[in-house]
């Protein structure tokens, strides 16, 4: 997400009054520092600007338009994260290490309070369908786990719909996972940093 198109985002989808409100609700912890930014008394554009820009500056470009997605109802990642349990610490610093490149990425635990009490299926198909790409980080706990399995076939589903290469594998071990062939080329996160593996991601998604 670059700022131009996310300054656009927060101008076409919020009133002066109601970006006050969302930053006050989703970044409390700041809200503080940031309120003369967001005033009403300020034009829309001004604010929309000088917000985009405090979060730039601080490289928390992708939290903003993380928020700003939920704020506004959309469900639209740059790339979902797919892993097993274990594997969840790594699966973290990706997510974190994306966010920092301005890289809009589905991290489950991002979305507890959206996705409590939802069932959880066919959730994240949609959440799937429309993510322009799925990372999946390939392991012996992917490849056993019942519920990995019913991703991953529901993530080869949408690369048949997509008809190009829309699963990004990073392989953690040497585990052949059924559905994703050796053809394929992965990023090994035994030789290669999570902020190394996310600068490449970044380069295919933008």
């Not at 003369?36 to 985009?52: G, N």
């Not at 980080?137 to 719909?161: D, G, I, M, N, Q």
């Not at 594998?169 to 996160?189: C, K, S």
């Amino acid at each position: 997400m670059d700022s131009k198109k996310l300054r656009e985002r927060i101008v076409a989808g919020f009133s002066p009054d109601d970006l006050e409100m969302f930053v006050a609700e989703a970044f409390p912890e700041i809200h503080g520092g940031l309120a003369s930014i967001v005033s009403p008394r300020h034009d829309l554009r001004y604010q929309a600007f000088a917000l985009v820009e405090r979060f730039h500056r601080h490289g928390e470009l992708g939290r903003l338009e993380a928020a700003v997605t939920r704020a506004l109802g959309e469900v639209s990642f740059d790339v979902a994260l797919s892993f097993a349990g274990e594997d969840r610490a790594t699966a973290e610093a990706l997510a974190g290490a994306l966010a920092g490149e301005g890289v809009a990425a589905f991290f489950d635990r991002d979305f507890e309070p959206e996705l409590l009490g939802d069932a959880l299926a066919p959730r994240l198909r949609g959440i799937y369908q429309k993510a322009r790409f799925a990372v999946v980080l390939v392991s012996a706990h992917y490849a056993a786990k019942p519920w990995t399995k019913f991703e991953l076939a529901v993530l080869l589903e949408e690369e048949r719909r997509h008809q190009r290469s829309y699963l990004l594998p990073l392989r953690l071990d040497d585990t052949t996972v059924d559905g994703i062939d050796d053809e394929r080329v992965y990023l090994d996160l035994r030789q290669r940093s999570v902020a190394e593996a996310a600068a490449v991601i970044t380069k295919k998604v933008k």
